[in-house]
């Protein structure tokens, strides 16, 4: 039976989880979220919100129906309530926002209803089966670890009691070799759907601070809608100015070099990512690269080749965002636009600001790819 109060809180969950709904454009682009508690919930700071509830007056001062008064009086201390005057305090005030918390898959449900995403399809080969063990059935025989106290001493009840030796006054009963009961297992196959994802991004000197934030907002959101989808996700960072190289989380958005931009580098590294560590018949795999646009002029040949013959073939989607620097050219997204009519699978983004992020998400996503 449900209790009361039990009912109370999850009502009162609904009410927040429908406030974050109704802000959650502001979160998507601003990224207001105050950390990842292991990695399956997300803490978001929600404005207060008003429960309704009893204010007491001061004691002595009466109550309701008591001492004189009109009808539609406030009841209460009375006083200069909320006039504004007087001398500064040092209570806090009202204006606070509460710290809740919110699953990812809840926040994933959040995202695909707000941007309308379609549930993604996994391409053909995307199946890895791993061998488990079921405990689905009962056996006579077995080590006594998996022995089912349970169904032995009922087994031994019914035994007991069939055989007229059980005393209602002094009941007592010895479970028997013939009614010890083990659990038993079958080994199953689990199909389970793998998702890679690589982020690239230019560190180079004309990538900002603010581009790079940018960056990690999107991320966030992308890694909680893929991880929605799939069974198991693993991801991959690459930085690059004019060398590309693999690195952790941490390095991916806190590298700031000053040196000059070869795109081409990093694909090169992204490809042997792939051969390492993803078979393309097992994984459905993701690239998401980030730039402001800036290139070595020559290299754009290169990389448009081994966008079309190594990258997009293995991909489930390759997907470009180009922040705005107001250091960077922005001229690489022109190249890109020249092969995207042939490609199905390659969606580009410009994102000039945080307000932009929200649709370039969808952009993203939004083909169920």
Known sequence: MTRAIDRDVQRFKEIVKGRVRKDLRRYITHGEMTGRQGRRLVTIPVPSIDIPHFRHGQKGSGGVAQGEGEVGQPIGSGGNQGDGEGQAGSEPGSGHTRDVEISIEELAKMLAQELELPNIQPKGHDSLKTQKDKYSSIRQTGPQSLRHFKRTYKQALKRSIASNDYDLLKPKIV??????????????????????????????????????????????????????????????????????????????????????????????????????????????????????????????????????????????????????????????????????????????????????IYDSIKLFLGKGK
């Open 175 to 356: 479970p028997m070799k013939e009614d010890q009961l083990y659990r038993s297992w079958k080994t199953i196959s689990d199909p389970q759907a793998n998702a890679a994802i690589i982020y690239m991004m230019d560190v180079s000197g004309s990538m900002t601070q603010e581009q790079k934030e940018i960056v990690r907002t999107e991320s966030f959101w992308i890694d909680t809608w893929l991880q929605s989808q799939y069974d198991g996700v693993q991801v991959r960072y690459v930085i690059h100015d004019a060398v590309a190289k693999e690195v952790d989380e941490n390095t991916f958005y806190h590298t700031h070099e000053s040196g000059g931009t070869r795109i081409s580098s990093a694909y090169t590294v992204a490809k042997q990512v792939i051969e390492r560590d993803f078979p393309t018949d097992d994984w459905n795999i993701y690239i998401f690269q980030f730039s402001d646009g800036d290139n070595w002029g020559e290299d754009n040949v290169s990389c448009l080749q081994m966008l079309m013959t190594d990258l997009l073939p293995v991909c489930n989607l390759y997907c470009y965002g180009q922040v705005k620097s107001p250091y960077g050219s922005g001229d690489y997204i022109r190249e890109l636009k020249r092969i995207n009519g042939k490609h199905d699978n390659l969606v580009l983004s410009e994102i000039p600001n945080r307000d932009a």
